[in-house]
């Protein structure tokens, strides 16, 4: 079973700072996913990456295969970004569902 | 587009009772899965549909029974909670998309089930 460990647990920054969230995992993987959890609750699906980097808005996402991690990248980071941040990773093709770290709780202060 | 649904969004039960989850997804996914939260642990996988009419088993099973009704429809019924099933309840589902036959989740709102 993967091991996925993301780091800091909790991040608290003023608005406009950059953002890093990481994530590591054990087991060779597909697919790994960046998700944002809302303080009401619900979950969406911002990144799903198997190599490199891809961008959205302000967020970025990289993956180091070889070193089986990744960050998640905030710029000018706002209060709206305030959130739970999740990364899973997927270790096949299979319909099985994925391995979830703890979540980063991340506030980010006016 | 409603995405994927979930009710009851809050239920309180008395141990020993009994009640269903219900999800619908109306995007056409094949994929569906029950997923239950708790404080400082990650998600964690009750049980998941690969397609119509199969069901599996996740990781934390034990409790629970699902009944995939058609494509869009996923169920999860506890048939006599206990207190340990107090939990943030998640259904999902996925299109397997790319070579890597990776899954992109779209996840429902959510259900709170607290059992007394």
């Known amino acids: 079973k993967n091991e996925v460990e993301q780091s800091p647990q909790n991040l608290t920054a003023q608005e406009g700072e950059f953002i890093t969230i990481n994530c590591s995992y054990s087991?060779?993987?597909?697919?790994l996913h960046w998700l944002q959890q809302h303080p009401g609750g619900g979950i969406v699906s911002l990144f799903m990456?198997?190599?490199g980097k891809k961008k959205h808005g302000r967020l970025i996402a990289t993956i180091n295969i070889q070193e089986k991690h990744s960050s998640l990248h905030i710029t000018a980071s706002h209060p709206r970004d305030s959130a739970v941040y999740i990364c899973?990773?997927?270790?096949?093709?299979?319909?099985?569902?994925?391995?979830f770290g703890k979540g980063t709780h991340l506030i980010i202060q006016p | 587009n409603a995405g994927v649904t979930q009710t009851p969004k809050f239920q309180v039960l008395k141990t020993g009772q009994s009640m269903t989850l219900q999800c619908a997804q109306d995007?056409?996914?094949?994929?569906m899965y029950w997923y239950r939260q708790d404080p400082g642990m990650g998600l964690r996988l009750i049980y998941y549909?690969?397609?119509?009419?199969?069901?599996d088993k996740g990781e934390v099973p034990n409790g629970y029974n699902v009944s995939r009704l058609n494509k869009r429809e996923f169920s999860l019924r506890l048939e006599s909670a206990a207190p340990s099933q107090t939990s943030v309840y998640f259904c999902?589902?996925?299109?397997?998309?790319?070579?890597?036959?990776?899954?992109?989740?779209?996840f429902g709102a959510g259900s709170r089930l607290t059992v007394l």
């Open positions: 995007m056409n996914h094949n994929s």
């Open positions: 899973a990773v997927g270790s096949g093709g299979g319909a099985d569902g994925l391995t």
């Open positions: 087991v060779g993987i597909s697919a």
């Open positions: 549909s690969a397609s119509e009419g199969t069901t």
């Open positions: 999902a589902s996925s299109v397997r998309t790319g070579r890597s036959g990776a899954n992109v989740l779209t």
């Open positions: 990456l198997s190599s």
